[in-house]
């Protein structure tokens, strides 16, 4: 089940409230803790909340901080843009978003407002952000003054390039001319048959027009009398410039009267009509010119028992008419009519049934690269991990200290001599305080020969005598290592400066492996543009024969699943199914027999080529009947030179983050590095031990 829906619009002024006030009536209707969040607000004035989340808290009396029901401005969002800071964008909104969802039952999330140019950067930022909260999306368009041919090209259009990215549930096109509902409907659907819901709602009258008071902000007047009748709606409004006699015929209902401020004939007269039941109710009388009624007349309407807002402002007749046809509607806290209606119009329309119950099956099948990384932090927050950096000279190590140690993810033991650390730190003008880390340089280690002796005891049986286990434990990997094995750390990630072997050989010969498992392998979680795939042994066993590829296939399903990603694996070879033939396939063939009879329930396909195991349309035409074929998770490779080197094409070409080589199988959690790798890269590898580090 979905834990939230966006609501999405394509164009400005497209009745998105209608749809987000009758969603969040239903929602209350079926669970009681609903949330609602905007990514993106307008700019508002000082103080002045954003009029949606306003209406929609205050209607509802949602039990929300107004700071936690959005992430950004407008202006920020653009001024981050610009810095090329998007990825902080999308970052702190998953963040904001998150602890709602946390909060509550469901989080009702609204959309851009539309009511700027670039439309098109609009359109992907709502993408974006929908895709990386994992939600479905209702399109909402408009039809106002639109040819219906219009209407359908427009929606088509949207609803296909949002399908790319994420689930469309549903499509509601508003303000329809109440006599082409149904042509419409046909229409659309004709062009979207996907199981796309399709909705139409008609314009109504009273929602499309303004309020008086909507009127009086616009025009900046001045209410002189009425105050309490100000959410008035204005359906209609004529000018007052012609006798009364005339006047009084083209009065409409709930017209709104707009003449200069000396024609008391007119005010009076149209006072009057409004108690009249021969004559049309009127919504409001607009004085223009400036010109404000003498006192005899003032003193005649202040004692009527009830008046219609009477409004004084400063421009003339003929610009006040102009502006006034240019207010676009507004639904705002107050008008508790217009939003009643809105809920109303809303439930009349919409099969909420069908809606709610396409929300309770739906499933995201989108593990976007932040949204991966977001969980990875959280989880990593829940139980905070001692972890030990044996390169603590490393310019990258130092700046992704600075970060961990920022976020309060983890504490942290740097290896090396304290002065030589600093020196670094200042050379390279890194913000990282000495006082938030520990420093520990092995050979002046209280606990040094407490480690020789240790190290002696569990290799001597390999011809290890005291003076090779001292000179092992003064280097930094045995060392680092050796604080694992004692509990004196959690974990330990290095590999920024020492090469694979040189990390991983202290951990292969003490910290030994778990029970049950023959070898120690590694995965590369790769972050690439839409989704997570898990790489397999890209970094420690040269040759694996077949039971060993098995193990390794079996291992990297099970790490998969415990972060997040649903294995699906793929034995890469460079036959799929029956294609080519030779040692190497029927090696990787092997592999995948023992491993479906080892975990008879995973998903597992083999020999697969990569094409075959990530691109539908190949995988389809390959291997038809294939589970695993065109949308394999976890990628197994037959051998280390095809894993090392594909990881590192995938990395360098498109610009992939590569968290990893995480290894798996150890009793302990010691992680390894690429020599090439970044701060970011260790950034996410320390968080990703720390998390190993929690099951242990
Ligand atoms: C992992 C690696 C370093 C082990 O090399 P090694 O230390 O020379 O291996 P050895 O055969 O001497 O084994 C050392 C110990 O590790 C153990 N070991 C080696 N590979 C192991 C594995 N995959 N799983 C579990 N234990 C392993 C051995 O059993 C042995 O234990 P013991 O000393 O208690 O008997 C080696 O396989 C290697 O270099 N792999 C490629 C690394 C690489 O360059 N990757 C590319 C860049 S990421
Ligand atoms: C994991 C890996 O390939 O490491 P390096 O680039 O340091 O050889």
Redesign the pocket.
Known sequence: MSKGIYVATIEPNSGKSVVVLGLMRMLLGKTAKVGYFRPIIEDTKEGEPDNHINTVVSYFELDINYKKTFAYTRSQVLDLYNRGKSGDVIDEIIKKYKHLEERFDFVLVEGTDFSHENSSLELDINILISKNLGLPVIIVSQGDKKELSEIVENVQLAHDTFKEEVDVLSIMTNKIDPKDVGTLKGLIKSRINEGTDITVIPKIGSLASPTVKEIVRKLKGTVLFGQEMINNQSENYSVGAMQLRNYLTHLKENALVITPGDRADIILGALQANISANYPKISGIILTGGLIPEKPILRLIEGLSSVVPIISVKDGTFFVTNAIGKIKSRIYAENIEKIETSIATFEKHVDTNKLAEDLITFKSDIFTPRMFQYNLLQRALKDKKHIVLPEGYDERVLRAAVRLIDAHVVDLTLIGEREKIQERIDKHDIPLDLNTVNTVFPIESPDFEDYVQTFYELRKH?NVNMDMARDAMSDVSYFATMMIYKGHADGMVSGALH???HT??PA??FIK?KPGVN???SVFFMCLEDRVSIFGD?????NPNAEQLAEIAISSAETARNFGVEPKVAMLSYSSGASGKGEDVDRVRKATEIAKAAAPDLKIEGPIQYDAAVDMRIGKSKLPDSEVAGQASVLIFPD?NTG?NTYKAVQRETGALAIG?MLQ?LNKPVN?L?RGCTADDIYSTVIITAIQAQDF
């Open positions: 390999k090469t694979t072997a991983l050989r292969l010969q492996t070898i120690v392998s890209c970094a420690i066993n040269p280390l090392n080589p199988g390894d690429s």
